[in-house]
């Protein structure tokens, strides 16, 4: 390590929180000097396969020359114009991107700053939706156990109570109403027994009831949990027979992830409401959106102030619409569907034989996401280390390793990805016998 690196690690250390972390801890995080395609490049000269996309953001790998270009064009016109009182051509062609891509009677876009902040906008749009509707006791959310949608207070509010990350704020956030995680799995069918929690509360506290949050088909950073599209299906007539809003956080799943444009295709429905953001500027730059219908945004429109609650300094920023623009662009004009597949089937190859260890309670692979779920928490630190030494990156949590690649990645270093989680896991097994 160069001097230069060093002092830099110890600023690091001594100054700046990561996410999930404590300053001091002791736990150094890598320096990267640049990235390029699926690979990063350590200040040592190592360099690793990302194997995270960047927490699922990086869809077309590193430093890629035509996202690069959008940047680069856009910053010569200008960087960033508030969107009060002003609009740019960016924005306006992303709408229309959005609109004509997702499901739709989907139609009115609001552009914010991240993914959590999407999720606030969301809740904020179902409450004063029923607000203008003449139904202001509606102000409380049903949402799934062992969901994940983001880390601010209404986005923690709606994210699992117990076993998720922000039970130290459990007496501060606004109480909402929780069902069961659906227990069937993907391409298992529901029965009326399986929806029966969600129907009793939508039955009996319905008029509390702003909308169903929930992430369609793929719970994230709440278990990696695929689950049933039946149940989403049946979850949207439920929420058509008892008159509530359903919101789908698309933030992870979008964008082909799940081998479909956005999860909710897995059923064929249609949400009132839809965030995204993630992959939607290809890991460059923050930037999420909430779509919803016309009768949501006209009621809102047309009641009292008249005006949607809402509005982000950086909201719609003309940098990142542009790379969103192109990234989308390069996703749909690419033969996406079969390249998820060929994903999805090189995960699913390499990391069978994680079936086979004791310590492993399953391994489960949807579209291009991998997950092997252990019967233990995994040493984070340890684990880590042996990762990059193998030559790859990825970020495990609690007892989940798991892999979402960028898209671009090819066969050869999928393979050695795999292989890399196949023989820390075996390692990690074999550390416990």
């Known amino acids: 390590m160069n001097l230069n690196a060093k002092s830099l690690l110890e600023c690091d250390r001594s100054h700046i929180w990561h996410p999930y972390s404590a300053i001091g801890s002791g736990h150094s995080p890598y320096?990267?000097?640049?990235?390029?395609?699926?690979?990063?490049?350590?200040?040592?000269?190592?360099?690793?396969?990302?194997?995270?996309?960047?927490?699922?953001?990086?869809?077309?790998?590193?430093?890629?020359?035509?996202?690069?270009?959008?940047?680069?064009?856009?910053?010569?016109?200008?960087?960033?114009?508030?969107?009060?009182?002003?609009?740019?051509?960016?924005?306006?062609?992303?709408?229309?991107?959005?609109?004509?891509?997702?499901?739709?009677?989907?139609?009115?876009?609001?552009?914010?700053?991240?993914?959590?902040?999407?999720?606030?906008?969301?809740?904020?749009?179902?409450?004063?939706?029923?607000?203008?509707?003449?139904?202001?006791?509606?102000?409380?959310?049903?949402?799934?156990?062992s969901g994940y949608h983001g880390d601010t207070f209404g986005a923690m509010s709606v994210c699992d109570p117990i076993t998720g990350m922000h039970t130290l704020f459990a007496d501060t956030l606004s109480k909402q109403f929780f069902v069961e995680a659906p227990q069937r799995g993907y391409g298992e069918q529901c029965s009326d027994e399986d929806m029966r929690p969600l129907r009793e509360i939508l039955q009996h506290h319905g008029d509390h009831i702003a909308g169903l949050i929930l992430e369609p088909i793929v719970q994230g950073a709440g278990g990696m949990r695929f689950y049933s599209p039946d149940y989403l299906r049946r979850a949207h007539e439920l929420c058509k027979q008892y008159d509530v809003l359903l919101i789908a956080d698309e933030v992870a799943t979008g964008f082909g992830r799940t081998g479909k444009l956005f999860a909710c295709e897995h059923s064929g429905i249609s949400p009132d409401i839809m965030c995204v953001g993630k992959a939607l500027t290809g890991g460059y730059l923050s930037l999420a959106a909430t779509l919803t219908t016309e009768a949501i945004s006209h009621t809102i429109s047309q009641g009292n102030p008249g005006v949607f609650m809402h509005g982000p300094t950086f909201m719609a920023n003309p940098l990142a619409c542009s790379v969103a623009n192109r990234s989308i662009d390069l996703l749909l004009e690419s033969d996406w569907q079969n390249n998820i597949n060929r994903l999805q089937q090189g995960l699913e190859r390499g990391l069978a034989p994680c079936r086979e260890l004791s310590q492993v309670k399953e391994v489960r692979v949807l579209g291009a996401i991998g997950v092997v779920e252990m019967k233990q928490a995994v040493d984070m630190k340890k684990i880590t280390q042996e990762f990059v030494e193998s030559g790859v990156w990825v970020r495990p949590f609690g007892r989940l390793v798991y892999l979402m690649p960028p898209y671009i990645i090819d066969d050869k270093d999928l393979t050695q990805l795999t292989s890399a989680v196949v023989n820390v896991v075996k390692r990690q097994v074999e550390s416990k016998l």
């Not at 699926?38 to 996202?67: F, T």
């Not at 002003?86 to 876009?109: F, G, M, R, W, Y």
């Not at 202001?136 to 156990?145: N, Y």
């Open 31 to 145: 320096l990267v000097e640049s990235a390029s395609g699926v690979r990063l490049k350590l200040d040592n000269g190592q360099e690793l396969i990302d194997g995270m996309a960047s927490w699922w953001c990086v869809i077309h790998g590193y430093n890629h020359p035509e996202l690069n270009q959008a940047v680069t064009t856009q910053l010569n016109s200008m960087a960033h114009v508030m969107f009060g009182g002003l609009t740019h051509a960016p924005a306006i062609e992303l709408a229309s991107k959005l609109v004509d891509i997702t499901p739709e009677p989907l139609q009115s876009v609001f552009f914010s700053d991240s993914g959590s902040v999407s999720v606030e906008v969301a809740m904020k749009m179902a409450i004063q939706y029923w607000h203008d509707k003449g139904h202001p006791t509606r102000q409380h959310f049903v949402t799934l156990r």
